[in-house]
């Protein structure tokens, strides 16, 4: 959760930050992430283990605006995990934009159990996959944070140049959402967190 809160304050930094030039935003978020993973003692990975990390060079022809389109009384979703547990979210809508010359859309979600947070309201989760897992990128896909605050009259910037791993790239032990089939982007995203190159460690459940 540590590193959650901590990403949506430097999303909104990022947003904010007018001053710093694209590339350097995005470096600031890389070393948010690394920075963040220190601080939690359940993560995955320690600083001798960054190393392994490897990164697209930001593009910001990976960051493109969306059109929102928002769901009204969706029902719950069950999302399948990693380990074979099921976690609950919300569907609360999807975004429409054009990548490489192709029309995709891809649904934002929300975790029900973390909106009930007050620090977490503000929080949408979006995980997808897209045709360089298990080549370029991990094989399980790959995360975005936004946050509400971040969408003005129906759009939002996304930009996959933020995408970032799952903690189960580096590691077993934890349930990470498997991306729904309706979030499979047909289009490579070769920008954000490529596929880790250290071993693959073992944690108790």
Same mark, same amino acid.
């Given at each position: &959760?540590?590193?959650?809160? +901590?990403?949506?304050?430097?999303?909104?930094?990022?947003? !904010?930050?007018?001053? =710093?030039?694209? %590339?350097?935003?995005?470096?600031?978020? *890389?070393?948010?992430?690394?920075?963040? &993973?220190?601080?939690? =003692?359940?993560?995955?990975?320690q600083?001798?283990?960054f190393?392994?990390?490897?990164?697209?060079?930001?593009n910001?022809?990976? *960051?493109?605006?969306?059109?929102?389109?928002?769901?009204?009384?969706?029902?719950?979703?069950?999302?399948?995990?990693?380990?074979?547990?099921?976690?609950?979210? =919300?569907?609360?809508?999807?975004?429409?934009?054009?990548?490489?010359?192709?029309v995709?859309?891809? %649904?934002?979600? +929300?975790?029900?159990?973390?909106?009930?947070?007050?620090?977490?309201?503000?929080?949408?989760?979006?995980?997808?996959?897209?045709?360089?897992n298990?080549?370029?990128?991990?094989g399980?896909?790959?995360?975005?944070?936004?946050?509400?605050?971040?969408?003005?009259?129906?759009?939002?910037?996304?930009?996959?140049?933020?995408?970032?791993?799952?903690?189960?790239?580096?590691?077993?032990?934890?349930?990470?959402?498997?991306?729904? &089939?309706?979030?499979?982007l047909?289009?490579?995203? *070769?920008?954000?967190? !490529? &596929?880790y190159?250290?071993?693959?460690?073992?944690?108790? %459940?």
């Amino acid at each position: &959760m540590k590193i959650i809160l +901590t990403c949506l304050f430097t999303l909104f930094m990022i947003g !904010q930050g007018a001053s =710093q030039s694209f %590339h350097d935003q995005i470096l600031t978020f *890389r070393e948010s992430f690394k920075s963040d &993973m220190l601080k939690d =003692q359940r993560a995955p990975l320690q600083e001798d283990d960054f190393q392994h990390l490897r990164w697209f060079l930001p593009n910001d022809s990976f *960051r493109v605006k969306c059109q929102f389109t928002p769901l009204i009384d969706s029902d719950p979703v069950d999302v399948p995990t990693s380990s074979g547990r099921v976690k609950s979210f =919300q569907d609360i809508g999807v975004l429409s934009f054009v990548l490489s010359n192709t029309v995709c859309t891809l %649904h934002v979600y +929300t975790n029900r159990t973390l909106a009930s947070i007050p620090e977490y309201q503000d929080h949408l989760f979006l995980p997808f996959t897209d045709p360089t897992n298990g080549e370029q990128t991990y094989g399980g896909g790959r995360y975005i944070d936004l946050t509400r605050s971040q969408l003005t009259e129906d759009e939002i910037w996304l930009d996959f140049n933020l995408a970032y791993n799952p903690w189960c790239a580096y590691s077993d032990g934890y349930n990470c959402p498997i991306p729904p &089939m309706a979030n499979r982007l047909t289009v490579p995203v *070769r920008a954000g967190e !490529q &596929m880790y190159t250290g071993p693959h460690k073992s944690r108790d %459940h």
